[in-house]
């Protein structure tokens, strides 16, 4: 047999066995690539968070007297657009993710050496259920038995508390996370909110309203 037909025929024997390696290779061996995770848990706790959160915003403005100073009035809609715009963001990054809307551990993604104590009062990490900012329901029911100027001005300061809520929220996930559109998206939160808050303590101030402790 020609040399050259011996060294033909082992290459191909060759050949066949390094095919025949690769396709039984999932079969013998697992496949230890698996896709990364759409979001990290600390992405997907904040949404869920900041979901909950933006929805009392709304149920504030639902709550407010409709007899207000048309400023107010006009103020709470702007803030209800906005919020929902946002929710609607984070609900589409849940299902992405295919994740429940709501946490079964608020604030857990909010770790213990984030120091967001000194920002806000409220924010204390010792407490993963504390969310930041929310009225209480004795609160919620006070703003809506409320009319004209008292509603005004205690619907303002629940709305700047909470936005300073929302604040120490996105300040937070933007000191935990490297990068990604979580992290650009609560950037834009802080940004806007810390105008948005502003706005509110201005009017609140021309009203004769205390800011809240």
Known sequence: MPRWFRVAALASVAFVLVVLGAALRPLVLPDEHTAAPVLSAVEIGFAQDMTAHHQQALIMVQRLDRGVDPTVLRL????SDAQRIEIGTMLGWLRL???SPLSSHPMAWMHADVAVSQHHPSASPSNSEAMPGMATIAEL????A?????AEILFLQ???RHHQGGLVMARAVDELLPSGAVKETARSMFQSQSQEAGVISMLLTQLGGQAPQ
């Open 97 to 99: 993710a295919d994740a």
């Open 146 to 150: 409320a009319r004209g100027r008292d």
């Open 158 to 160: 629940l709305m700047l």
């Open 141 to 144: 029911d006070a703003l809506a």
């Open 76 to 79: 709470a809609q702007q803030l």
